[in-house]
């Protein structure tokens, strides 16, 4: 079994009470959606950028961590796709007069020049490489929960869906929050390992933890993607598993 990217920051006391009571898997149900959360501008930037650099254009850059994601993020969005499971797409809500969560992080407009104003106007675009396409839900939130204060619910409900494989960032704001919220609302989270990122290495790798021991099943992509080429083959009537057996 290959090493979680947490085990590196458990003591020995830590895994000795996991050996006492090995964890569950969630598993899957019947109708899964992707979601993704906070693909956007601000995250990345316009540019691969180590991190401290990158702040300094961009202040809620992942830096080098974001980009790396990509390629893992577009294999799984391709297999969503091609099998028809339901893609939704988070990103924040920009609108004057409305306060964020994140507010009293930000520079004041006032104190933006042009450059800075121009970045913060496509900040909560999402970027082309994971871009939306036409019948995709596109969600705005406020909040770090995907679900608070949106229609994620009513969607989710309307489509049929009991499972979410999610991806994006970050592992311990956003990804987290939705994770949680999810689980309450009865869904099985799945959280795809190589999909997700944060800013700090130790943060990243213990939100995974924590939310393997408590909320959802933290999975390899290989595994993802497994589940969706099955369930793609059970719903199109392919009588025997695309994976070979």
Known sequence: MRER??????????????????GKSIGF??????????????V??????PLLEALEEWPGSCGIAA????????????????????VIHMTGL?????????????????????????????????IDEVAPLPGEAVLRK??????????????LNFLGVDTLITC???????????VVDGCTNRYKMSVVEECVFDRHQATHAMNLFDMNQKY???????DALEYIAVWHAEHSGTSSSVLGG
Do not use: M
């Open 67 to 86: 980009w790396d994601s990509i390629p893992y993020i577009q294999t799984l969005l391709k297999a969503a796709r091609d099998a028809g499971i339901p």
């Open 5 to 22: 990217v947490w085990e590196q920051y458990l003591t020995s006391q830590d895994k000795a009470h996991l050996a006492l009571k090995p």
């Open 216 to 222: 959802a099943d933290v999975i390899p992509l290989a």
């Open 94 to 126: 920009d609108q004057d007069g409305l306060e964020g969560w994140g507010v009293r992080r930000e520079i004041p407009r006032t104190h933006l020049n042009p450059d800075a104003e121009e970045r913060r106007r496509r900040r909560y675009d999402i």
């Open 29 to 42: 149900g019947e109708k899964p959606a992707l979601l993704l959360i906070d693909l956007y501008r601000g």
């Open 168 to 178: 994006g960032e970050s592992t311990s704001g956003c990804v987290r929050a939705s």
């Open 44 to 49: 990345f930037g316009d540019r691969p950028q």
């Open 142 to 155: 406020a909040s770090p929960s995907a679900f608070w204060g949106t229609p994620l619910v009513g969607h």
